[in-house]
């Protein structure tokens, strides 16, 4: 069964409302306001830019994330889309890496982005490909505090980001 554009619109409008009706107004404002249902994430993510192509080869993502190891392990090219990630790291959860292109021809394949959960305060990243390192770097994140949904609305989320550009 489809849904109908007065059902559409229905849904639309309860969702600006989330499920607990209209919040409090923020100071300052004149009434009571609409909170939706958009989110946000903690966590800091790095965005992995190569200067060419990323070789084939096998990768090592090793990392020490506020003093605890975390190792990532893996080759390009990647595995078919359906064929599960090409990568596995030894701590579930603590790190996300991006995989890139696996519907494209494998010299077009990669690694996109490291998403790191909660909110660490020291990350040392060192790439290798084949045992030997390519790069090694410290962050140490700058965290911005964002509402989506504006002052006075839930989510409220920590956030930080940098670029990495590889050799």
Same mark, same amino acid.
């Given at each position: ?69 975390? &190792?990532? %392990?893996?080759?390009?090219?990647? !595995?078919?889309?359906? =064929?599960? /990630?090409?990568?596995?790291?030894? #701590? ?47 962050? &140490?994140? %700058?965290?911005?505090?964002?509402? !989506?949904?504006?002052? =006075?609305? /839930?989510?409220?989320?920590?956030? #930080? ?7």
């Amino acid at each position: 069964m489809r849904p109908t554009p007065a059902l559409l619109a229905a849904l639309v409008l309860a969702s600006l409302h989330c499920n607990r009706g209209a919040e409090p107004a923020a100071p300052g404002d004149d009434g009571p306001r609409a909170c939706t249902m958009i989110g946000c994430m903690d966590g800091f993510y790095v965005e992995l830019r190569p200067s060419s192509a990323w070789p084939a080869g096998e990768y090592s993502f090793a990392f020490v994330i506020d003093g605890a190891p975390v &190792t990532c %392990t893996g080759a390009l090219p990647l !595995p078919a889309c359906d =064929g599960g /990630p090409a990568l596995t790291c030894d #701590a579930a959860g603590a790190v996300q890496i991006g995989e890139s292109g696996c519907a494209l021809p494998p010299e077009s394949h990669g690694f996109s982005d490291i998403l790191f959960t909660g909110a660490p305060k020291t990350v040392e990243l060192t790439i290798s490909r084949g045992g030997a390192p390519l790069l090694a770097r410290t962050f &140490t994140p %700058t965290y911005v505090q964002s509402q !989506p949904n504006g002052e =006075g609305c /839930p989510p409220v989320c920590k956030s #930080a980001s940098a670029t990495l550009t590889l050799p």
